[in-house]
């Protein structure tokens, strides 16, 4: 937990939550809207990978941006500390209080004001969830542009806020392209509005840019408008084995060569990511290997996709880089193919106690990092760690993660920072699309130079000058 993992870091200045108050957020919300239960309050407390831990006494649950803007006077006034919380699947303990921040949960936040099947606009609330979104955006012809694994339970501002990734960002772009209005209520209760709905708005400063991937640290995100794609009439799916990591570069340079325009997903996963889904049931439909991949098509022409995705299986089998492979258009064979990608995550930690690392590199280096850091344990004194790699190739994001039976201070210190130096070495990010959070702030200053950290400081000073927005993460 917290404490016994990060014991450098001591509460800020902040007011201690006195019952006064609480009566005044109860006047504000109705005492339904204002949790103090501890039992109803741990869930709140606890990350998803259940590795930071707060002991925030209180939760606040507005519905609207008046009440979150209420809520801010409220702690902008009273020196309050705030930890905005989404649907808490982050991975980098960023949506849970560190000591006893009021959480403000966006979850009520959750009404879909409008979606426009001609511009493809979905315009809503931030506390909508993700795979709700799509499943009416799909009602319209449409789809959202991000996909991810936990989108059961994220939401789109949670998805804002840490930039999200996801599956299919190597053809529909990162939440920066999609994301045409935002609507945020600052430190001070102050509400910035730019829910613009035009592709084109050169009015000054492009300031929404700030607040995505700001992981609660600028603003509380309260809407949203999000420009979505047609959803496609024909979707196949290849998942692939392979023998080395070569062979997956080849393949995927093949793929956008052959897929090109109709590639919508990219994905790779070791075979220790395979063990993984297999110990909690998945059938891995193909031959055990040392590596997989998963290559998804979105078109408008079944035939034609198929056939391409056809050929391009044919001729990554006759060029030898794919030893066996199944395809599919079938609905449900495609949600179980994927579910041994998306569900390695889940599987990881249903085992092991999991130290997670989400970093870019050149794709020269990119399995190479696993290869590396098995090694380096190796040599530290770590002997029969567990390492699997997996992610996002198409877009340089590997997922790598070290797995033992519980946490260790020293396999820690071993990990870190000699892998995000290494990764920093290589011209990449040590954290891609997970964001900062808690656990990665201190190593800012390797992903970014002291001028650049500096201008991010001058930033949060200027949208929340008493520094009361998810203190303690980031930077
Ligand atoms: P939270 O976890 O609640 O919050 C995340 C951060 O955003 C916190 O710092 C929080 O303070 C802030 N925040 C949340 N809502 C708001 C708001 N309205 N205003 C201001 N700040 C806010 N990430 C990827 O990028 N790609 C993936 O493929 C991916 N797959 C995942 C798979 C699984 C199984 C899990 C558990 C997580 C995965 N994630 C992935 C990580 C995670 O970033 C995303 O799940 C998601 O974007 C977080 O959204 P959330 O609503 O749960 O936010
Ligand atoms: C994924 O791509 O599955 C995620 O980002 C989650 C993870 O890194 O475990
Ligand atoms: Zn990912």
Redesign the pocket.
Same mark, same amino acid.
């Given at each position: 937990l917290t404490k016994d993992l990060y014991p450098d870091v001591k509460r800020g200045d902040f007011t201690k939550l006195t019952s006064g108050h609480l009566q005044i957020f109860e006047r504000l919300l109705g005492k339904e809207r204002v949790l103090t239960d501890k039992d109803d309050l741990a869930s709140y407390n606890m990350d998803?990978l259940k590795m930071v831990c707060g002991y925030s006494e209180v939760v606040l649950k507005p519905k609207t941006t008046e009440e979150v803007s209420e809520i801010m006077k409220i702690c902008f006034k009273e020196h309050l500390a705030v %930890?905005? &919380?989404? $649907?808490?699947? $982050? /991975?980098v303990g960023?949506?849970v209080p560190v000591f006893d921040e009021v959480i403000v949960s /966006?979850s009520l936040m959750n009404k879909i004001h409008n979606i426009d099947e001609t511009t493809g606009m979905v315009t809503c609330d931030?506390g909508c969830v993700l795979e709700r979104l799509d499943n009416e955006a799909a009602k319209k012809g449409l789809m959202m542009p991000l996909d991810?694994?936990?989108k059961g339970? %994220? &939401?789109i501002? $949670?998805?804002i806020? #840490?930039c999200?990734?996801?599956?299919r960002l190597i053809r529909y772009g990162s939440m920066a392209a999609n994301l045409l209005g935002l609507e945020v209520v600052l430190a001070n209760g102050e509400v910035l509005s730019m829910m613009n709905h035009m592709k084109k708005d050169n009015t000054g400063y492009h300031l929404k840019q700030l607040f995505i991937g700001s992981? $609660?640290t600028l603003?509380?995100?309260t809407g949203a408008v999000v420009q979505c794609p047609p959803r496609p009439k024909s979707v196949t799916l290849a998942f692939l084995g392979l023998q080395s990591y070569e062979d997956v570069l080849k393949t995927y340079r093949l793929a956008k060569s052959l897929l090109s325009e109709t590639l919508s997903s990219c994905e790779m996963m070791d075979s220790r990511s395979m063990e993984s889904v297999e110990r909690i049931g998945l059938a891995c439909p193909i031959n055990k290997n040392k590596f997989y991949m998963v290559i998804e098509t979105h078109g408008s022409n079944s035939s034609h996709d198929e056939e391409k995705m056809s050929n391009f299986v044919a001729e990554a089998m006759d060029d030898g880089a794919v030893v066996d492979g199944t395809y599919s258009s079938q609905p449900s064979t495609m949600h179980n193919l994927w579910q041994l990608r998306e569900r390695i #995550? +889940?599987s990881l930690t249903r085992f092991n106690y999991i130290y997670k690392y989400d970093i870019s590199l050149p794709l020269e280096h990119f399995y190479e990092a696993v290869i590396a850091t098995r090694k380096h344990l190796e040599e530290k004194g770590f002997k029969d760690i567990q390492i699997s790699g997996f992610g996002h190739i198409g877009d340089g994001n590997l997922h790598l993660n070290v797995e033992d039976k519980a946490f260790s201070r020293e396999l820690l210190g071993a990990i870190e920072p000699w892998l995000f130096e290494w990764t920093t070495e290589r011209g990449g990010s040590i954290s891609a +699309?997970?964001?900062m959070?808690f656990k990665k702030r201190k190593f800012i200053g390797l992903g970014k130079s002291p001028s650049v950290v500096g201008v991010m400081a001058g930033l949060k000073k200027q949208f929340d000058p008493t520094g009361i927005l998810?203190p303690y993460?980031v930077i």
């Open positions: 998803w %930890c905005p &919380q989404g $649907g808490n699947t $982050g /991975l960023g949506s /966006l931030a991810l694994g936990a339970t %994220c &939401q501002g $949670g998805n806020a #840490t999200a990734g996801g599956l992981e $609660g603003g509380i995100i #995550t +889940e +699309e997970h964001g959070g998810n993460k």
